[in-house]
């Protein structure tokens, strides 16, 4: 099971990817605070097991009931995840909701992290953390 914050191009690569590679998935969950780029996605995908969920954000209002319900999101789904990628909006806030739904050997990764120290924070919420290639950072709780 795998959970995005930040439908785009991930979304659809690394589906194809994973198939590419004879990797079987059950379900991607990506959530997407853009109508444009939410609609883009959708008229994208290919991917049977994949679902791409709307839910906008007030941009100006950061306690607005929209926000959470777009950073809380995965609690409605009920699963734990295997792999979590956080590149969307509230990252600090999605990535302590992640590390409340990952599975045992779960991952998380936030992508553009060195440059927004802000973000650090949130590590703490995970047993495990490190520096990756590139801007992104990963954690577990194993």
């Keep these: 099971m795998f959970l995005e914050w930040g439908s785009g191009g991930s979304t659809i690569l690394f589906g194809k990817f994973l198939d590419d590679n004879g990797k079987n998935y059950v379900n991607w969950h990506s959530i997407k605070h853009d109508i444009a780029w939410y609609n883009k996605i959708k008229e994208k995908n290919t ?14 209002n950061h306690n607005d009931i929209k926000n959470k319900n777009y950073v809380e999101f995965s609690r409605t789904l009920g699963i734990n995840f295997d792999l979590v990628l956080v590149d969307g909006r509230h990252r600090r806030r999605c990535l302590i909701e992640a590390a409340k739904h990952l599975s045992p050997s779960g991952i998380v990764l936030l992508h553009d992290t060195p440059l927004r120290k802000y973000y650090y924070c949130a590590f703490k919420h995970y047993r495990y953390g490190k520096f990756t290639v590139g801007t992104s950072w990963e954690g577990r709780n194993e």
Excluded at 50 to 59: G, M, S
């Design 47 to 60: 991917r049977e097991n994949t679902y791409i969920y709307y839910l906008p954000i007030d941009e100006n």
